[in-house]
């Protein structure tokens, strides 16, 4: 429609404005971030320009790469519980029935509130001396006196901030499994059953070859989130002990603001944002694939 | 395409009797996989229980250690304290409510006419276009708070909840654009065209024909808006520093650290989660339908 030249001044006056957003708020701000990661700038001096130096520094930067491996750690824990785990309740819930899909709506409760609220629950549960984990492990004699879950040791930390995690997200990728289980023509499940295929065949050799692309999605979308993570660690350990738990974006943000190093929070900022484009490439690429 | 493959199955299937899938025919698994919903059904639900179970305990209760299971007596002394907490929860609440208000109003004023222009109008180099105005979903917005604060501290848009809005209306707006363009896309020629022919001005049509046809699509972008700007923790840290423009989960946090004499008030903490989860329970509970859908179509593609 519209193929006059007016249409296309009007249709141009209509896409102006999210246009010049964008490039205000995004477009912009990318720029100034590269811009800045090249300078030594400490918002109390004017900018000195220092060419690559603090991406050098970067890579020299312990700290940094505390922060990055023990983000890749988390990731790493995490992210098969929450594709392995999402996939077995979308088997349990796929099918309509009532209870099965209320059981979806309520593993999918936790996905809409806040991680920094589902953050402050865990916080408290996971408390040493006011929380209830201790309570129901003592009350089994499974331990003899309270565990310091947070902030006391990284890993232990790591434990009780993924099962939190995991509490919070499992929804997500269980609503999205149960789309692409759905989606499985009926006519092949149904000849697999004829040919006398067992459930789990009916699983391994039908069904996930059949929704593989949903997980590998699903997979994806869950590494990219958890190595931007922050609220749960910012909330929950506040990094501690010695910073061993500031994730990668909690040191960007330690940096940034706390710090005010802004020339040097900006170059990390750049190497996140490279890691973090490196996956959402193959993410966009495979959504593309299925397209056609 | 999940939704496609599905109409697919079932004109494909036609009037046959679905079979049983999973569910598996004979009562024993029938009545085990009951009770393993029931079970992960209580798992799930028993923090958010317990959270809400903890903020109606009296204040020496909610203070106990080790903690009370259940609450001997109700008492709404938390909800009070968190009622008149520094600035007051009012102010809080507002701040919220004010912000995921207007990241709606911003992301629908914005999307709605671009997603019409790119669906139904011939802009040269439309693609292009539509890629940078999606840029936001290839860089992290954690990445960019630094030179966006610098640049709302300059103008003034730091302590400010249109400031907020504006951020989470940029970390929105991809998804949004995503979700309504193919939207507009999927509303017939013919009906469009005939409003045309009818003499209907771009706008006239936009609004008679467009806007009814995508009502669906307009109600998640604005759920999503809502719940992400609700929630949304970082952005707001970086943006507020004045305890007067905190959004409830920036004063929770705050608060987890710096209540009272005596600790951590976990009393008041566990109101303040209760009443940050409300909205976003019930907006999901009424508003499932768009929420799943919305989901299918954003994360999926």
Same mark, same amino acid.
């Given at each position: 429609?519209?193929?006059?030249?007016?249409?296309?001044?009007?249709?141009? %006056?209509?896409?102006?404005?999210?246009?010049?957003?964008?490039?205000?708020?995004?477009?912009?701000?990318?720029?100034?971030?590269?811009?800045?990661?090249?300078?030594?700038?400490?918002?109390?001096?004017?900018?000195?320009?220092?060419?690559?130096?603090?991406?050098?520094?970067?890579?020299?930067?312990?700290?940094?790469?505390?922060?990055?491996?023990?983000?890749?750690?988390?990731?790493?824990?995490?992210?098969?519980?929450?594709?392995?785990?999402?996939?077995?309740?979308?088997?349990?819930?796929?099918?309509?029935?009532?209870?099965?899909?209320?059981?979806?709506?309520?593993?999918?409760?936790?996905?809409?509130?806040?991680?920094?609220?589902?953050?402050? $629950?865990?916080?408290?549960?996971? #408390?040493?001396?006011?929380? $209830?984990?201790?309570?129901?492990?003592?009350?089994?004699?499974?331990?003899?006196?309270?565990?310091?879950?947070?902030?006391?040791?990284?890993?232990?930390?790591?434990?009780?901030?993924?099962?939190?995690?995991?509490?919070?997200?499992?929804?997500?990728?269980?609503?999205?499994?149960?789309? +692409?289980?759905?989606?499985?023509?009926?006519?092949?499940?149904?000849?697999?059953?004829?040919?006398? %295929?067992?459930?789990?065949?009916?699983?391994?050799?039908?069904?996930?070859?059949?929704?593989?692309?949903?997980?590998?999605?699903?997979?994806?979308? #869950?590494?990219?989130?958890?190595?931007?993570?922050?609220?749960?660690?910012?909330?929950?350990? %506040?990094?501690?002990?010695? !910073?061993?738990?500031?994730? @990668?974006?909690?040191?960007?943000?330690?940096?940034?603001?706390?710090?005010?190093?802004?020339?040097?929070?900006?170059?990390?900022? /750049?190497?996140?944002?490279?890691?973090?484009?490196?996956?959402?490439?193959?993410?966009?690429?495979?959504?593309?694939?299925?397209?056609? | 395409?999940?939704?496609?493959?599905?109409?697919?199955?079932?004109?494909? =299937?036609?009037?046959?009797?679905?079979?049983?899938?999973?569910?598996?025919?004979?009562? &024993?698994?029938?009545?085990?996989?009951? =009770?393993?919903?029931?079970?992960?059904? +209580?798992?799930?639900?028993?923090?958010?229980?317990?959270?809400?179970?903890? *903020?109606?305990?009296?204040?020496?209760?909610?203070?106990?250690?080790?903690?009370?299971?259940?609450?001997?007596?109700?008492?709404?002394?938390?909800?009070?304290?968190?009622? *008149?907490?520094?600035?007051?929860?009012?102010?809080?609440?507002? !701040?919220?409510?004010?912000?995921?208000?207007?990241?709606?109003?911003?992301?629908?004023?914005?999307?709605?006419?671009?997603?019409?222009?790119?669906?139904?109008?011939?802009?040269?180099?439309?693609?292009?276009?539509?890629?940078?105005?999606?840029?936001?979903?290839?860089?992290?917005?954690?990445?960019?708070?630094?030179?966006?604060?610098?640049?709302?501290?300059?103008?003034?848009?730091? !302590?400010?909840?249109?400031?907020? =809005?504006?951020?989470?209306?940029?970390?929105?707006?991809?998804? #949004?654009?995503?979700?309504?363009?193919?939207?507009?896309? =999927?509303?017939? &020629?013919?009906?469009?065209?005939?409003?045309?022919?009818?003499?209907?001005?771009?706008?006239?049509?936009?609004?008679?024909?467009?806007?009814?046809?995508?009502?669906?699509?307009?109600?998640?972008?604005?759920?999503?808006?809502?719940?992400?700007?609700? !929630?949304?923790?970082?952005?707001?840290?970086?943006?507020?520093?004045?305890?007067?423009?905190?959004?409830?989960?920036?004063?929770?946090?705050?608060?987890?650290?710096?209540?009272?004499?005596?600790?951590?008030?976990?009393?008041? $903490?566990?109101?303040?989660?209760?009443? #940050?989860?409300?909205?976003?329970?019930?907006?999901?509970?009424?508003?499932?339908?768009?929420?799943? @859908?919305?989901? /299918?179509?954003?994360?999926?593609?």
């Amino acid at each position: 429609m519209y193929r006059s030249k007016r249409g296309r001044l009007v249709g141009f %006056a209509y896409l102006a404005p999210a246009l010049a957003f964008v490039l205000v708020f995004t477009v912009y701000p990318l720029g100034q971030m590269m811009w800045m990661s090249l300078h030594n700038w400490s918002l109390l001096t004017p900018p000195v320009w220092v060419g690559f130096d603090n991406y050098e520094r970067v890579f020299g930067d312990r700290q940094f790469w505390v922060s990055f491996l023990f983000t890749l750690k988390y990731t790493a824990l995490i992210t098969p519980v929450l594709i392995v785990g999402g996939y077995l309740l979308a088997l349990l819930t796929a099918h309509n029935s009532p209870l099965r899909k209320v059981t979806r709506t309520v593993v999918f409760v936790p996905v809409v509130i806040g991680l920094g609220v589902s953050s402050l $629950l865990w916080y408290w549960l996971f #408390s040493a001396d006011f929380g $209830l984990v201790n309570r129901v492990l003592m009350d089994l004699g499974l331990v003899s006196g309270p565990v310091l879950w947070l902030g006391v040791d990284a890993d232990m930390s790591n434990l009780a901030i993924s099962t939190s995690v995991v509490w919070k997200v499992i929804g997500f990728g269980m609503i999205l499994f149960v789309g +692409a289980i759905q989606a499985v023509p009926t006519e092949i499940t149904e000849a697999t059953m004829v040919d006398g %295929a067992s459930h789990r065949q009916r699983v391994t050799r039908v069904i996930l070859p059949l929704t593989l692309r949903t997980v590998l999605l699903v997979t994806l979308l #869950s590494v990219i989130g958890s190595l931007l993570a922050f609220d749960q660690f910012y909330i929950m350990t %506040a990094g501690q002990p010695q !910073n061993e738990t500031a994730t @990668s974006v909690f040191y960007v943000y330690l940096n940034s603001f706390p710090y005010l190093k802004l020339g040097y929070g900006a170059a990390l900022s /750049m190497v996140l944002a490279v890691t973090i484009l490196a996956f959402t490439v193959v993410q966009l690429l495979l959504a593309r694939r299925s397209e056609v | 395409m999940a939704r496609g493959l599905l109409d697919a199955r079932a004109r494909v =299937a036609g009037p046959r009797r679905e079979p049983r899938r999973g569910s598996g025919g004979p009562g &024993r698994t029938r009545y085990l996989v009951g =009770a393993i919903c029931l079970a992960i059904c +209580a798992v799930m639900l028993m923090p958010l229980v317990m959270s809400v179970l903890a *903020s109606v305990k009296p204040t020496a209760e909610a203070a106990a250690s080790p903690p009370t299971y259940l609450p001997h007596s109700v008492s709404l002394d938390s909800y009070q304290r968190l009622w *008149s907490y520094q600035q007051g929860l009012p102010t809080y609440l507002w !701040n919220s409510l004010g912000t995921a208000l207007l990241t709606i109003a911003f992301t629908l004023l914005l999307t709605v006419p671009a997603a019409y222009a790119l669906a139904r109008f011939p802009i040269p180099g439309k693609e292009v276009i539509f890629v940078v105005l999606l840029l936001a979903l290839i860089v992290p917005y954690q990445a960019m708070l630094t030179p966006i604060f610098l640049m709302f501290a300059d103008i003034g848009l730091t !302590n400010s909840l249109v400031g907020l =809005a504006i951020l989470h209306t940029a970390i929105q707006l991809p998804f #949004s654009l995503y979700i309504l363009r193919n939207s507009f896309s =999927a509303v017939p &020629r013919e009906l469009a065209e005939a409003a045309i022919v009818d003499g209907a001005s771009s706008w006239q049509a936009l609004v008679r024909i467009f806007l009814p046809s995508t009502v669906p699509a307009i109600v998640t972008v604005a759920l999503f808006a809502f719940i992400m700007s609700w !929630n949304e923790f970082l952005g707001a840290l970086v943006m507020m520093s004045k305890g007067s423009k905190f959004t409830l989960p920036l004063i929770l946090a705050a608060a987890r650290t710096e209540t009272s004499l005596g600790g951590t008030d976990w009393g008041m $903490l566990q109101a303040g989660i209760t009443i #940050s989860i409300i909205p976003c329970v019930l907006v999901y509970l009424l508003l499932q339908r768009y929420y799943v @859908s919305g989901l /299918m179509s954003g994360a999926t593609k």
